[in-house]
């Protein structure tokens, strides 16, 4: 255990890292104080590749006893993607026991004040990048991420969005001063005076429900956001990928405890198979805030029943990607068949339907056929993937069985411009990897348009022919108002396209990517500069990260007495 660390070693450790975030957020510049390359980790005693594999295979088997109240079992039963059983069990809560542990060390914590809250959390999160490799293979034995992606998503892309969303708290929180002096005058009387102190409040307990895919990226913003305006956290983690989150609140207790402040301000609430015990505690009137990232379901259950909570949800949308006209035809292709093949499209932000117009494009290579471009855009796909240790590393293992069975059925909806493959795993024969499958598809026709119109979660990319761009536009706005959408792409060379599709984002709330060609891609969003979400279509109710994801998370509280 660490050494006990004073409020002052806390913030000189700490400020310049947090007046750097600030400061960035303002700018929305580029900057991240964690490494994205493995080499970086092998120093000063934090852990190398094969230093986290080794943490990691520590853990396999074992009982993660966090020290929290108010357990009543163990449970566990996580099984990778990659087929490995992970065997670790962990805390089952008694909610009547725990929540009322954690609430009790609120009033420390809010006392506190923002500047020492924050240097804690920056604690919790220097000691976390500490041992990014071990959480990395964490994320890729729940996740069924490629290591890559589980080390860089996983590990300094969440960091980054957790000391985002810190930022954020600090900055909302400080907007109103700790005191003032008010007088009004009162002519020739003595003026009125008044002293007045203002508090930031927490409003309770906050709950963190974890998803599959993205534990640690899409759990952070919420658990710092909380924590940093002095609620207790709650990580409710899906069964399915428990350890990364565990992992974090083990991580987080111990900081917590050495900075002198109670280690229930976080907890970890695992369940029992087919238990549901996010429904039990969501409606409970502790339960003040969550965080939600999941099923459109689960998320409008949320929304309509847990309403003594302040509830944040990114739930599905269908994304889509309006084609145009390019002057990059070969960058276009290549960035699209990236885009596509990353993480299995597994990915909130993946794109799934293609709206091409039925007569073609223009393009620097002349013009080009709805057929030709569809044909082109699955021979680029072929080509990133046909070597199978590249498909591995950029294609990872298909997170659960009904990711395959939407891919499966994907192929029966239309013309299969690209069949589905499977990858076999040198290391990990029992992994499903497949390859994208490549649907052709008309919006004239009804059943087509059902089809492309719901989200298909996975390897699934639809070409939807569409009359023109015109309608292209028409049937994008339609998609971002019906069903919503976390992201929107669009190509085009002509100014008033441009215009025109900008347009149509504003109108629906959807970020949108202009012609990506290069290494950025539009299922990729950088902390402190990008947002990802808006909160204002049906994909996501909140932004991660501004100043709308944290200020409802407290309250400012005054107290005036005569001066």
């Known amino acids: ?48 590749v094969a230093a986290g594999k080794a943490a990691f295979d520590a853990l396999l ?27 670790v069990t962990y805390p089952h809560p008694d909610p009547d026991v725990l929540l009322p542990a954690m609430r009790a060390g609120q009033r420390r914590w809010r006392d506190a004040g923002p500047e020492l809250r924050a240097a804690v959390c920056l604690e919790i999160l220097r000691r976390i990048s500490a041992r990014t490799m071990e959480f990395a293979q964490a994320v890729m034995h729940t996740s069924g991420q490629a290591f890559m992606m589980a080390f860089q998503a996983g590990g300094p892309h969440a960091q980054d969005r957790g000391l985002e969303a810190v930022a954020h708290a600090y900055a909302e ?85 050495d900075a002198g402040f109670d280690p229930n301000l976080i907890a970890l609430a695992a369940e029992r198979p087919g238990e549901g015990i996010a ?13 939600y990232t999941g099923s459109t379901g689960f998320g409008d259950w949320l929304e309509a029943n847990a309403r003594q909570a302040q509830v944040y949800t990114e739930k599905a949308g269908v994304n889509a990607v309006l084609v145009d006209s390019t002057g990059d035809y ?54 990133l993937l046909g070597d199978d240790a590249r498909a591995n590393a950029l294609l990872g293992a298909l997170v659960n069985p009904d990711v395959r069975a939407r891919l499966e059925a994907a192929h029966d909806l239309g013309e299969v411009a690209l069949p589905s493959r499977e990858v076999a795993h040198p290391e990990f024969p029992d992994a499903v990897v497949r390859t994208p499958v490549i649907v052709k598809l008309d919006a004239a026709k009804p059943d087509d348009a059902a089809a492309f119109s719901r989200e298909c ?7 939807v022919a569409v009359d023109s761009t015109a309608h292209a536009l028409e049937v994008l706005g339609r998609g971002i108002r019906e069903q919503g959408a976390m992201t929107v792409g669009a190509y085009t060379t002509d100014a008033e396209v441009e215009e025109a599709v900008q347009e149509v984002c504003l109108e629906e709330a959807a970020q949108l ?9 539009v299922n990729q969003t950088a902390a402190f500069s990008d947002l990802h979400g ?27 007495r005569e001066s």
């Open 173 to 257: 929180q400080t907007r109103t001063p700790d005191a003032a002096r008010w007088t009004k005058p009162q002519g020739k009387r003595d003026p009125l005076a008044l002293d007045k102190r203002f508090t930031p409040v927490p409003r309770g307990v906050a709950m963190v429900v974890g998803c599959t895919t993205f534990p640690t990226w899409n759990g952070y913003p919420g658990l710092f956001a909380s924590l940093a305006t002095g609620n207790a956290v709650l990580v409710k983690p899906h069964p399915r990928a428990v350890l990364p989150l565990a992992l974090t609140v083990r991580t987080a207790r111990e900081a917590l405890a």
């Open 330 to 383: 070969r960058g276009m292709l290549s960035n699209l068949a990236f885009s596509l093949s990353l993480y299995s499209g597994q990915m909130c932000t993946t794109p799934q339907n293609l709206l091409i117009p039925r007569e073609g494009i223009a393009t620097d290579q002349g013009h080009k056929s709805f057929d030709e471009v569809t044909a082109d855009l699955a021979a680029a796909v072929s080509g």
């Open 534 to 560: 808006s909160g204002g279509n049906p994909a996501a109710n909140a932004a991660l990260c501004d100043a709308a994801f944290v200020a409802n998370r407290f309250r400012v509280m005054e107290v005036r």
């Open 513 to 521: 990517s202009l012609n990506l060609t290069g290494g950025v891609y």
């Open 457 to 463: 979660f996975g390897p699934v990319a639809f070409a």
């Open 61 to 87: 088997g074992t009982r993660l006893d966090l020290g929290q109240p108010g357990t009543d079992d163990w449970v566990g039963g996580e099984v990778s993607p990659y087929g490995v059983e992970l065997g």
């Open 1 to 48: 255990m660490a050494a006990a660390l004073t409020a002052q070693e806390l913030i000189t450790r700490h400020r310049p890292t947090l007046d750097r975030a600030l400061e960035t957020i303002r700018t929305r510049a580029y900057w991240s104080p964690h490494p994205e390359h493995p080499k970086a980790y092998g120093e000063d005693g934090t852990l190398d």
């Open 279 to 291: 429904k039990e505690l969501a409606t409970r009137p502790e339960i003040r805030i969550i965080d």
